[in-house]
């Protein structure tokens, strides 16, 4: 009569670190893109009359690369869109509360609503500066399809909306500054090469063959 044993040796949990691509190059270039032209709004803003030419050139490169982003995160690879790391209430107040978000690999719930909310500020903003004015000598191109009230009601807009943006990109930049060196996060080089870093843990099976005997 034959009989079976296994060894009692229990399986070995190892962890395995891995990389993933998940920001593609369209949004990478995009972003970069984006902080560069942003950048240079507002430098050109600050700099003078002179430097309004710029800022309206920089202008029209904020926003055709945000509305460029928001088409990409709907018809995007699988990362780049809005459906794979948005996510509700409940979990922005999960992970508010400590609760990692399983699986993910790209934005955290947090994040991905700083994304949404940026490229909405960055679309106001482009679009609001195509019928703004300074009030001086300087004014978007479609400046004159609109009556003068109605340009200085979205010169009001513009101003403010750029306060926000001012200070959604300190928080932005803080929170990067935080993931970076507080929680030792790659995330800077992982925006360059796309790929992010994540770890799993594998089950390493260390049972021994059947042994039949008779």
């Given at each position: 009569?034959?009989?079976?044993?296994?060894?009692?040796?229990?399986?070995?949990?190892?962890?395995?670190?891995?990389?993933?691509?998940?920001?593609?190059?369209?949004?990478?270039?995009?972003?970069?893109?984006?902080?560069?032209?942003?950048?240079?709004?507002?430098?050109?803003?600050?700099?003078?009359?002179?430097?309004?030419?710029?800022?309206?050139?920089?202008?029209?490169?904020?926003?055709?690369?945000?509305?460029?982003?928001?088409?990409?995160?709907?018809?995007?690879?699988?990362h780049?869109?809005?459906?794979?790391?948005?996510?509700?209430?409940?979990?922005?107040?999960?992970y508010?509360?400590?609760g990692?978000?399983?699986?993910?690999?790209?934005?955290?719930?947090?994040?991905?609503?700083?994304?949404?909310?940026?490229?909405?500020?960055?679309?106001?903003?482009?679009?609001?500066?195509?019928f703004?004015?300074?009030?001086?000598?300087?004014?978007?191109?479609?400046?004159?399809?609109?009556?003068?009230?109605?340009?200085?009601?979205?010169s009001?807009?513009?101003?403010?909306?750029?306060?926000?943006?001012?200070?959604?990109?300190?928080?932005?930049?803080?929170?990067?500054?935080?993931?970076?060196?507080?929680?030792?996060?790659?995330?800077?080089?992982?925006?360059?090469?796309?790929?992010?870093?994540?770890?799993?843990?594998?089950?390493?099976?260390?049972?021994?063959?059947?042994?039949?005997?008779?």
């Amino acid at each position: 009569m034959a009989a079976a044993s296994r060894s009692m040796n229990p399986r070995r949990r190892e962890p395995v670190r891995e990389t993933r691509l998940v920001w593609d190059l369209p949004v990478r270039v995009a972003h970069w893109a984006l902080v560069g032209c942003v950048a240079g709004s507002f430098a050109t803003h600050y700099a003078g009359i002179e430097w309004f030419d710029w800022h309206r050139r920089c202008g029209y490169a904020v926003l055709v690369l945000a509305v460029f982003r928001i088409l990409w995160g709907f018809c995007g690879t699988r990362h780049a869109r809005f459906g794979s790391f948005l996510r509700g209430p409940r979990r922005v107040l999960e992970y508010l509360r400590g609760g990692a978000p399983a699986g993910a690999v790209g934005h955290n719930p947090l994040g991905a609503l700083s994304v949404v909310a940026m490229l909405a500020l960055l679309t106001v903003q482009g679009l609001t500066g195509l019928f703004a004015n300074d009030a001086i000598a300087n004014a978007g191109p479609l400046f004159g399809w609109i009556s003068p009230a109605t340009s200085d009601r979205l010169s009001s807009i513009h101003h403010a909306n750029s306060v926000a943006l001012a200070v959604l990109i300190g928080l932005h930049l803080a929170a990067v500054a935080w993931q970076v060196f507080a929680r030792r996060k790659p995330l800077v080089n992982a925006m360059i090469t796309g790929h992010r870093k994540r770890n799993r843990v594998r089950v390493m099976d260390r049972r021994e063959p059947i042994a039949r005997c008779r």
